[in-house]
């Protein structure tokens, strides 16, 4: 490989480290998500100019702020003079109005370890809606093309690039401030992000559509930005609770699918396969939930659900008391008919599916969830498991129906053949 290659390659992986760093930085000076986007790319046109001939930096992010904010400069010098053009400005009023270029440099040593929570919060602002924020955020924060989110969320690439533009419009019009909100609005603001990557998290742990069971990618890029957003609020129990979660359940992965792509239910995974470096770092983020006194956040409680499955040798070992009594806990905080639908399954391996049957069909009868393919699939099992076959068959076959996704289709229409024959 040559010097060049070596040094793009190398160029490449700083962009993706440093982008989300880079446009908050820039974000702070110039209080414009879209500028500072712009920003970003000609200081990363910059170095791709420069660092074959130089070499890379020994601190490349502090390169790439400069040049982002010499072009920011530019910018403001640039269009001081073509206002010049436009109409004569006397001294006077002049004299009265602050210069943008000396505000920038004036605010160019300040500190930006806040930068990017900032920026965290305003892309996924309440104003957004929720693929509004998911989309924005993945762009700014995990740092994904257009292309790339369009691709993960099974959407076209003209959708996706007008979702984030009108996301940046409406921030831009609503006049949201780039800062990190406090009391009340802070708490309220938080719950929206944390929502908004588990979305991303679990559209990748099972992917609501397409031919592939999991998106990994997605997976990936929820927990890499739960990770910065737990150094940047290391006090916030559910911040620590959502990012175990996220690890507890992403240990999983390599025993979900067989080799063809197929699922695997839990009870039916090899757990050799399940990565113990990453159920330890779950674990000791759970700890960490605790010693904060978050243990009854619903991030918190999830995690704790999935470390029960994580501290059991094998599936017969699952203490299926403990996650029945955490998700009654659940039900009380955040009441939820998917939550009631999971506190079903763990009662039907507790306590036997009749128990469960009882509380799926009230579920049911409610009409809450009745275009959930979920619902149906469990249901189906069920019934399955008390012998009523020719109702779990219409029940899988309903539940193949709902789902969008390929592999989970197939595998519903399998389950439903089984119990027909």
């Not at 599916?353 to 799926?360: K, Q």
């Amino acid at each position: 490989m040559s010097r060049r290659s070596e040094t793009e390659k190398a160029i490449t992986t700083v962009w993706r480290l440093e982008q989300a760093r880079l446009i908050a930085g820039l974000t702070r000076l110039v209080r414009d998500i879209s500028l500072a986007e712009e920003l970003a790319q000609d200081a990363l046109v910059a170095a791709l100019k420069h660092w074959p001939e130089t070499g890379v930096p020994r601190n490349p992010g502090a390169w790439l702020m400069q040049a982002g904010k010499r072009k920011a400069i530019d910018y403001f010098r640039h269009r001081k003079m073509a206002t010049g053009k436009l109409e004569e400005v006397g001294r006077t009023m002049e004299d009265a109005v602050p210069d943008a270029e000396t505000a920038l440099i004036e605010h160019m040593d300040d500190d930006v370890g806040d930068d990017l929570l900032r920026l965290i919060f305003t892309s996924c602002h309440p104003i957004l809606p929720a693929e509004s924020r998911v989309a924005l955020t993945l762009r700014l924060i995990g740092g994904l093309s257009t292309e790339e989110i369009a691709r993960a969320f099974l959407a076209n690439d003209t959708t996706i690039g007008q979702r984030i533009v009108r996301a940046k419009r409406a921030i831009a019009d609503a006049g949201v401030p780039f800062e990190i909100p406090r009391g009340k609005e802070r708490t309220e603001r938080l719950v929206s992000v944390l929502g908004v990557l588990y979305l991303i998290f679990n559209e990748g742990y099972s992917a609501t559509a397409g031919e592939d069971w999991m998106r990994p990618q997605l997976c990936e890029e929820a927990m890499r930005m739960g990770r910065i957003l737990a150094g940047l609020m290391p006090d916030e129990p559910e911040v620590h609770g959502l990012l175990a979660l996220m690890e507890l359940q992403h240990s999983r992965v390599h025993a979900r699918t067989d080799v063809e792509g197929e699922p695997i239910l839990l009870p039916d995974q090899n757990r050799a396969l399940w990565d113990q470096l990453m159920i330890r770092r779950g674990l000791a983020g759970l700890d960490r939930v605790n010693a904060l006194g978050g243990q009854q956040g619903p991030y918190a409680l999830q995690a704790a659900i999935a470390a029960c499955h994580a501290r059991a040798r094998n599936a017969e070992e699952t203490d299926w008391g403990e996650i029945t009594a955490l998700y009654a806990v659940l039900a009380r905080i955040m009441p939820s008919p998917v939550v009631e639908l999971n506190r079903a399954v763990a009662v039907s391996m507790a306590a036997g599916p009749e128990a469960a049957l009882v509380l799926v069909d009230a579920i049911r009868q409610s009409g809450a969830l009745e275009n959930y393919h979920l619902l149906h699939g469990v249901r189906g099992d069920l019934l399955r498991k008390v012998e009523r076959h020719a109702e779990a068959n219409i029940e899988f076959r309903r539940a193949a129906e709902l789902t969008r996704n390929a592999r989970e289709r197939a595998y519903l229409l399998g389950r439903a053949e089984e119990v027909a024959g």
